[in-house]
């Protein structure tokens, strides 16, 4: 097994022993790579050391953690970084996260936070090494293929590089440089239209898409190489002649613009996304991102089927950069299923303000956004057969004739969908949360604390704390009083027992305190709530 080398760099000399002690290093193949107690010797240290891992102190004489990691970030930008704080600080963790820090350990941290932190570490590391060995592998096997072309190597580098394997951007420079200088580069996306019931076959639409691409590339002196993305064909343009960046992307989009006809001459239909220009294939992933968003924004650009990036952020049609950003953006609410119904009735109303009170305009963007709910919700639940399917949905927004009608049924669909998802939240509490809530409602009328509690879990009281808090929104305190007080409410329905009793049986030694706290979660006093 091959080692990974771990760096500590702590300003107590007592944490860095303690952390060696707590670390297993043989049965996770760490090696100590270094330590330091400032932080210019920590910079130094990493610099020299390049180690895999480096577990720092937010809080170093000198420079903080946070600067040390921006010091050595841009020469080692594949060390994984665990920070170390007393303070458990939003800003912290905020500021850590925007320089890829993998973890964030709170000080005193117990023996199995420190395991899971450093399982999760390794376990980065290693993939990526696997990935990295795989990809060299394949580099390796293309010249053993002799029926494999020097161009289908490339395109397994390119689809390499879009994935974010950074060496191969220089494997990919040097093909494209091969027969000539290239003076910058465009990505364009090709997606095939199958809504309409155009269903083509991958390969056969690759090969004739590549055919116009070899006249096309041919007449406007540019060169291309392609892969495949789950959107659709990616096309590397590099051109050969040297023009103004201006003449590049009206180049580009004339080329497209010719590219969506030849398709079209032949009753096909095709969306094209374009690009910005860029210079270096350092930018190559940001090229396919914009390709990609121009291609997603043809729901804003109505009768557009070749749309170019710029173009999105020009006055003409700023609501329509600003929609297809808050699409975007509801994407991702669709994380958290609370927010799944409030984040698509807010985008529901801005497109009914923006998006020229077009039924069919709109009826498209509502058809993709209840397409990619279900897609979420199905992957989330795939035995629930109560989520629509694709021809479902279209066939039920086609049906339906007027705008209100389509705002009504997509905030109700996405309600629907909300509700599914969030009737299914007990199954992504921890382990530890579960433990403790289980632990809770069996000894809730005992004396309990968030020790007990947190030792029955097997983990710190921070921890535990933090996970609680996570996990149900709630703190320790305040789950133990909501779980009494819904304990004396079902003894109060049965009427055996007088209020100081009940107070009493569920947990009270003080009656004053099970008044004040059954008021609080219920609104109303026991008594009120006996005689109401």
């Given at each position: ?21 707590s ?8 090696i ?7 932080g ?10 390049c ?22 970030k ?22 850590g996260i925007?320089?890829?820090?993998t ?16 399982e999760k570490?390794?376990r ?36 390499s590089?879009?994935?974010g ?15 000539g ?9 090709i997606?095939k ?7 083509v ?70 969306f ?8 270096d294939?350092?930018?190559l ?7 990609v ?35 975007q ?31 069919e ?13 279900s ?5 989330k ?51 530890q ?7 809770i ?34 703190t ?33 030694s003080?009656?004053?305190?099970f ?18």
């Amino acid at each position: 097994m091959e080692h990974i080398k771990l760096f500590i760099a702590d300003d107590n000399r007592h944490a860095i022993e303690a952390l060696k002690v707590s670390i297993m290093w043989e049965k996770y193949g760490l090696i100590l790579s270094g330590t330091a107690e400032n932080g210019p010797s920590a910079i130094r240290g990493i610099k020299g050391a390049c180690p895999d891992i480096v577990m720092i102190d937010i809080q170093m004489p000198g420079c903080s953690g946070l600067e040390v990691i921006e010091a050595c970030k841009e020469e080692m930008p594949d060390t994984v970084y665990i920070l170390i704080s007393a303070y458990d600080s939003f800003e912290y963790a905020k500021k850590g996260i925007e320089l890829g820090v993998t973890d964030y350990l709170l000080k005193p941290y117990d023996k199995d936070e420190l395991d899971k932190v450093l399982e999760k570490s390794i376990r980065r590391i290693r993939d990526k090494r696997s990935l990295l060995m795989r990809q060299r592998q394949d580099i390796e096997e293309y010249d053993a293929k002799l029926k494999e072309t020097k161009e289908d190597q490339a395109k397994r580098i390119m689809m390499s590089a879009i994935n974010g394997a950074v060496d191969d951007l220089d494997l990919l420079e040097a093909y494209m440089n091969d027969t000539g200088h290239c003076h910058g580069y465009a990505m364009i996306l090709i997606h095939k239209d199958e809504f309409n019931g155009n269903t083509v076959n991958t390969d056969d639409f690759i090969k004739r898409e590549q055919s116009y691409l070899d006249n096309l590339c041919a007449k406007y002196n540019m060169r291309y190489l392609t892969a495949w993305i789950r959107e659709g064909m990616t096309v590397l343009i590099a051109f050969e002649k040297l023009k103004l960046k201006k003449e590049y992307d009206i180049q580009t989009f004339g080329m497209a613009t010719e590219l969506f006809r030849l398709n079209s001459s032949e009753q096909r239909d095709v969306f094209i996304g374009i690009s910005d220009f860029f210079e270096d294939l350092k930018s190559l992933q940001n090229a396919v991102s914009q390709a990609v968003f121009s291609y997603e924004s043809r729901f804003f650009m109505e009768n557009k089927n070749v749309i170019h990036y710029e173009s999105m952020r020009s006055k003409s049609v700023s609501n329509e950069y600003m929609l297809s950003v808050k699409l975007q953006e509801l994407y991702r609410s669709f994380e958290n299923p609370d927010n799944i119904a409030s984040s698509v009735t807010e985008y529901t109303e801005l497109v009914c303000k923006y998006g020229q009170n077009d039924v069919e305009y709109i009826r498209n963007i509502f058809m993709h956004i209840a397409i990619m709910l279900s897609s979420y919700a199905k992957e989330k639940l795939p035995s629930d057969d109560s989520i629509k399917s694709i021809e479902g949905i279209i066939t039920e927004v086609k049906e339906i004739a007027s705008l209100t009608s389509l705002c009504s049924w997509m905030k109700d669909y996405a309600s629907n969908i909300s509700s599914l998802l969030g009737s299914k939240d007990d199954l992504h509490l921890s382990v530890q949360t579960k433990r403790a809530l289980e632990y809770i409602n069996c000894h809730y009328m005992e004396h309990i604390s968030l020790k007990d509690t947190a030792d029955e879990c097997g983990v710190s009281e921070s921890y535990l704390c933090r996970n609680l808090k996570i996990d149900t929104g709630e703190t320790f305190v305040n789950l133990l009083n909501k779980i009494r007080i819904q304990k004396a409410i079902e003894l109060l329905k049965e009427k055996n027992l007088k209020v100081y009793e009940i107070a009493e049986v569920v947990g009270y030694s003080n009656y004053a305190y099970f008044y004040q706290m059954f008021k609080k979660v219920t609104g109303c006093t026991p008594t009120e709530y006996e005689t109401g």
